[in-house]
């Protein structure tokens, strides 16, 4: 670190030399024949610049180098093809004496240089001196140029490269080498190297060892451990290559005087809106459709960017806040004032809710939180922040502060977060506690949940923050940045033992990677999405037609007044959405009664934790129904996809399990557990084949579970059961209409077309799948109550499920309908008040309907917005074509 900061001294001159190396600067052919320059070669040894001829000559032996081209203002790709390269095979890398000089002369001539003009190029390639012997800088030049790692006249005794500089530093730059260090360097670093290894570590997720240990071997192949040790050098010199290379994209050696901000050494997305860099000058005065000019943002966490504690606790921040991660000064001065109490959750428990305040002693950093634009899947700068602990919400404040504050005046802001329902309550309290955590009061804010993470929230959440019914976003599913999670995974491992600065810049330097690469293909992925959109819409509009053609236009009239009085309420009242889920009151779920059973104040403190062990072991039960479901499906010839899909299931069934197991001998005593194997009950499910029965009371003697004064569990599972049996019941009504709605909309629909009749068919034999699990796991609840003794009353609300029940007829639809009169509903579908006949089937195409239409609208939105992205990603490049062309000036 002390030569890190002795390096800073001369970080403007390390920049001017990089810099000077981009131009021609009106330089002549630097083999001394007096011509002007054309090509560049990038890996022959000082990058030389050679005229035609030159080139062609000195390349003979060397094909395969790549060369550059001066069109006069900057140094565009070529190759020694368009040079006049002719590759001679059989003598030597010279012409066949027997050739035809007619075929290959025209190839062969140079410039038309005359014979004069040849041998006075060979007489200025010999060595040259002065009138006092010494050799000339034409000389010492033309040697550089034609040095080669072969020629034993430049090393020394001990076997080392030997090269006589002056002005050392700068020469040594001027000629691709990168000294070590700045006073007396006795080791230096070729910069094609330097970037191989950021290319590799980018591309490959090298490592620094597994690329020092790879220039050992071909260094020396048989004794590779002989080679000196140059590997602390490589980890310095890399990190301030990496951040000279940054400075010099970003037009900061252009003028070495301006100050690095924080987060100008990051791209940002060129097709998200962004005042003064691609929207126009009076863009605020179409304001009238704000959700235009409105941002999308999505926040997550990962905990694989962990860091450990050191030892040595002297670090070096050579960026700072520059890049994608926030500065640390003003971040640690937050966290130290920030209300670090977490309130209790009021939706599911959440991983990242339960874990907060999870600490480990070995590590400094259990992760890092990151934003992204959630239309395109690019880092915001400036806004990746560490975990101390776990996922904390002072620490995604300051994230989502520091991109809020980036808006400038726009209007709205949609943020998608895994836990934006627990989040979004107490995020404007912070705000307003905190100096640290400011943006502007005008922007309006909209909360929603990734459409992965969103089924494990509560029920009325999938209405309330689904992306699908945000308006404004198009079509956006919220999980973007667990795809570039993945990336980053790959480095992530290499980094933990990395100094906390050394550590942020690699992370940096693979963000800037990925938004580089993303706005690079920006034009191709746009112009995929915008064919995908219009043809998303023709479906979704198909959709609607249909569902809407054969109802009654008074209710769609009602239906549409409801639908946009709620969403413009959502701002203010997110429960003005619940009206897109239906409203009939349902049965409690299995979730409410654990809910209920864990609060119970009269249980006794034995039964501490019991509620969820029963659940795990319900669970079970339902993954193997599911399992013996696509076992079913996939048939006796399944795919390998369907095979594997099903051992990944029964490798996750088998840790469960297990888990269940070892938690069992916490509530059961040894011997209740050794017979509950060999009981004489003749009840268990056929569907659960050669699955191994859990030790549930259900699969025990009641008898057996009072005896050993565990009477409590039988009560709790037999409430469960209540509310397993409530969803199971709830999700085959949902099954019943949902292939209602298919027969109706859909299959109808497709009797003329092949392909429409296909698509159709397979939806509902999904559908029927679904059904027959759905079915399965209550006829297995059922028998599991009658086991538990559960009483007659209780029997006759919940009854058997016969298959003759689940053909769906017209009388479930419309009772109204001519010769449907006294017939009745299978006792499902009215075992609640609320479930009236018709009723149900009312709400379920009422729901129905708002997702055809917010489907609709959501796709319409996609098509104007990728027109909208399109223009602002080519004035965002023409942005920064302006900005070098000045810097060119």
């Keep these: 670190n002390d030569l890190m900061r002795e390096w800073l001294e001369y970080e403007e001159e390390y920049l001017e030399a990089l810099l000077q190396r981009e131009g021609a600067d009106g330089r002549t052919c630097s083999r001394g024949c007096g011509r002007d320059s054309i090509y560049r070669c990038a890996d022959c040894f000082g990058q030389p610049m050679l005229c035609t001829s030159c080139c062609r000559s000195a390349h003979q032996l060397h094909p395969f180098h790549h060369v550059e081209q001066w069109p006069g203002d900057h140094f565009a790709p070529s190759s020694l093809r368009a040079a006049g390269l002719v590759l001679q095979l059989g003598h030597g890398g010279v012409r066949c004496p027997a050739a035809s000089a007619s075929l290959l002369d025209h190839l062969d001539s140079g410039d038309g240089e005359t014979e004069e003009e040849v041998e006075k190029q060979e007489a200025t390639e010999q060595v040259s001196t002065d009138e006092e012997g010494f050799p000339t800088m034409a000389s010492i030049q033309a040697t550089l140029n034609s040095f080669s790692v072969l020629d034993t006249r430049h090393y020394d005794d001990a076997g080392n490269h030997l090269l006589t500089m002056v002005n050392i530093s700068t020469q040594l730059l001027e000629v691709g080498l990168y000294p070590a260090t700045q006073k007396l360097p006795r080791t230096a ?37 002989t080679t000196p040790d140059r590997y602390k050098k490589l980890l310095r010199i890399s990190r301030q290559w990496r951040y000279l290379q940054n400075k010099l994209v970003f037009g900061f050696a252009h003028d070495s005087g301006v100050k690095v901000k924080d987060g100008k050494l990051a791209y940002f997305c060129p097709a998200c809106p962004q005042p003064g860099v691609n929207l126009s000058k009076d863009w605020t005065k179409d304001l009238g459709d704000t959700w235009k000019y409105s941002r999308s943002f999505v926040m997550d966490g990962n905990f694989s960017a962990k860091h450990m504690k050191l030892k040595n606790n002297d670090d070096f921040d050579l960026t700072g806040g520059s890049g994608y991660f926030t500065a640390s000064p003003r971040y640690r001065a937050h966290l130290q004032i920030a209300n670090d109490r977490q309130p209790k959750s009021t939706c599911h428990e959440h991983k990242a809710v339960n874990q907060v305040h999870a600490t480990q002693k070995h590590l400094t950093t259990t992760g890092i939180g990151a934003i992204a634009c959630a239309r395109h899947g690019c880092f915001v700068p400036d806004t990746v922040v560490d975990f101390q602990k776990g996922e904390r919400q002072v620490n995604m404040d300051y994230a989502l502060c520091r991109a809020l504050g980036k808006l400038e005046g726009m209007p709205r802001a949609t943020i998608i ?70 990336q980053l995974n790959e480095i992530c491992g290499s980094t933990r033992s990395m100094t906390a600065a050394h550590q942020r810049e690699v992370l940096n330097d693979h963000m800037l990677d990925s938004n580089q690469k993303k706005m690079l293909n920006i034009v191709q992925s746009l112009s995929r999405k915008y064919i995908q959109a219009l043809q998303g819409l023709e479906v979704a509009k198909e959709g609607y037609q249909n569902l809407t053609a054969n109802t009654d236009q008074s209710l769609i009239t009602q239906w549409i007044a409801q639908a946009e009085e709620a969403q413009t309420r959502h701002f203010a009242d997110v429960t003005a959405m619940d009206i897109f ?50 076992v079913k499906q996939a048939g006796i010839n399944p795919t390998i996809t369907e095979r594997l899909d099903i051992d990944c299931r029964k490798t996750r069934l088998d840790n469960m399990i297990d888990d269940f197991s070892r938690k069992a001998t916490q509530y059961l005593a040894e011997d209740v557990l050794v017979s509950q194997g060999n009981t004489d009950s003749d009840w268990h499910d056929i569907e659960l084949g050669d699955e191994p029965i859990l030790p549930l009371p259900s699969n025990i003697s009641t008898n057996q579970c009072r005896d050993h004064s565990v009477g409590y569990l039988v009560d709790h599972e037999l409430k469960l059961r209540q509310g397993q049996a409530n969803d199971a019941l709830h999700n085959i009504r949902i099954d019943l209409g949902h292939r209602f709605f298919l027969y109706r909309t859909v299959v109808r629909q497709a009797k003329h077309s092949q392909h429409k009749k296909s698509r159709a068919w397979d939806a509902v034999h999904q559908v029927n799948t679904a059904l027959s699990v759905h079915t399965a796991i209550y006829r297995r609840c059922r028998k599991a109550m009658i086991a538990l003794g559960a009483s007659s009353m209780l029997l006759q609300r919940y009854q058997e499920l016969k298959q003759e029940y689940l053909q769906l007829k017209t009388v479930e639809i419309d009772p109204s309908v001519t010769g449907t009169r006294g017939k009745s509903l299978p006792w499902f579908w009215t075992m609640n008040t609320d479930l009236e006949a018709g009723n149900w089937m009312s709400e379920f195409l009422r729901v129905k309907f708002h997702r055809a239409k917010v489907n609709v609208n959501r796709c319409t939105e996609e098509v104007a917005l990728l027109k909208m992205e399109m223009q602002w990603a080519a004035n965002f490049f023409q942005h920064h074509s302006n900005k070098w062309k000045r810097f060119a000036a």
């Design 581 to 630: 889920d239906v409203q009939l009151q349902r049965a409690p779920t299995q979730a409410e009664m654990q809910l209920q059973l864990a609060e119970d104040p009269a249980q006794p403190s034995s039964a501490r934790g019991v509620t969820s062990w029963l659940s795990l072991g319900l669970k079970i039960e339902e993954l193997q129904l599911r399992i013996a479901g696509l």
């Design 189 to 225: 670093f070729t910069f094609q190297l330097l970037e191989s290894f950021r290319l590799m570590n980018l591309e490959c997720k090298m490592t620094a060892m597994s690329f020092y240990k790879y220039l050992r071997r071909v260094t020396d192949p048989v004794l590779p451990h």
């Design 417 to 486: 977060y895994d836990i934006a329902c627990q989040f979004s309550v107490h995020f404007g309290t912070q705000v307003s506690r905190n100096d640290y955590l400011k943006f502007s009061d005008t922007i309006q804010i909209v909360w929603g949940i990734g459409l992965f993470h969103i089924h494990g929230h509560r029920d009325v959440c999938l209405s309330r923050y689904s992306p699908d019914l945000i308006p404004g976003i198009g079509k956006v599913d919220g999980e973007v940045l667990e795809t570039l999670w993945s």
